[in-house]
């Protein structure tokens, strides 16, 4: 509503980015935390050789749980074209709207 439009018609792109996702911040939270990264340190004590498989677990499931930072999840291009061009295809006149699904 409102919205001038010149006599070729509009084009409107919008895009979504995921920054963050709440559950898997919290997890990282939790490995983070100076309560597991304690208790990696007894173990360590304990058991010296799952050192490197702990830190490799930890590697591995950081990796896992920041896959999904700042990515597209949605990429919306709509060409909404008026003009008398033959080549180009038109859209009548009216009113659209654009819903994500």
């Not at 010149?6 to 980015?17: A, H, M, P, W, Y």
């Not at 896959?67 to 859209?91: A, C, K």
Request: hydrophobic share 45%; charged share 20%.
């Amino acid at each position: 509503m409102g919205l001038h439009v010149g006599n070729e018609g509009i084009r409107l792109k919008v895009r979504t980015i995921n920054v963050s996702n709440d559950q898997d911040e919290a997890v990282l939270n939790i490995l983070e935390s100076d309560v597991f990264k304690n208790g990696l340190q007894l173990i360590k004590t304990a058991q010296p050789a799952l050192v490197p498989l702990s830190a490799l677990a930890h590697g591995l499931t950081r990796m896992i749980l920041t896959r999904n930072r700042n990515i597209s999840v949605q990429d919306i291009d709509l060409g909404l074209d008026f003009s008398t061009i033959l080549m180009r295809p038109h859209l009548a006149e009216g009113s659209y709207l654009a819903v994500p699904s």
